[in-house]
């Protein structure tokens, strides 16, 4: 069985910065991909930034220059720097994993954290 799990969300004041992190545990065979999306109130899910196994990343267009994803692939874990945050980035983040267990090759999802933007 698979899990993923997310920490360091949280209340921060526009344009400060937070930093995401998701690790990933169970019998993983390969993670072909994370990432992180977002959902604000009211909105759909979108795809905020991902990272390949071969370290390829990609970002919306709202967060570019502003997020940076990172991975350790020995741990098994994504981080996602947040900076000069913006009262709109304010949703639950959530982990997403892109990955083959003992079983299957499936996609994985974290519980999600709340990131609020706010004065």
């Known amino acids: 069985q698979v899990q993923l799990g997310e920490s360091g969300g949280g209340l921060v004041q526009p344009g400060g910065s937070l930093r995401l992190s998701c690790a990933a545990s169970?019998?993983?065979?390969?993670?072909?991909?994370m990432a992180w999306y977002r959902q604000a109130p009211g909105k759909q899910r979108e795809l905020v930034t991902y990272?390949?196994?071969?370290?390829?990343?990609a970002y919306a267009d709202s967060v570019k220059g502003r997020f940076t994803i990172s991975r350790d692939k020995a741990k098994n874990t994504v981080t996602l720097q947040m900076s000069s945050l913006k009262p709109e980035d304010t949703a639950v983040y959530y982990c997403?994993?892109?990955?083959?267990?003992?079983?299957?090759?499936?996609?994985?999802w974290g519980p999600g954290t709340q990131v609020t933007v706010s004065s």
């Open positions: 169970g019998s993983i065979l390969s993670i072909y991909r």
């Open positions: 990272i390949t196994s071969a370290g390829k990343t």
């Open positions: 997403n994993a892109d990955l083959r267990n003992d079983l299957k090759r499936g996609d994985y």
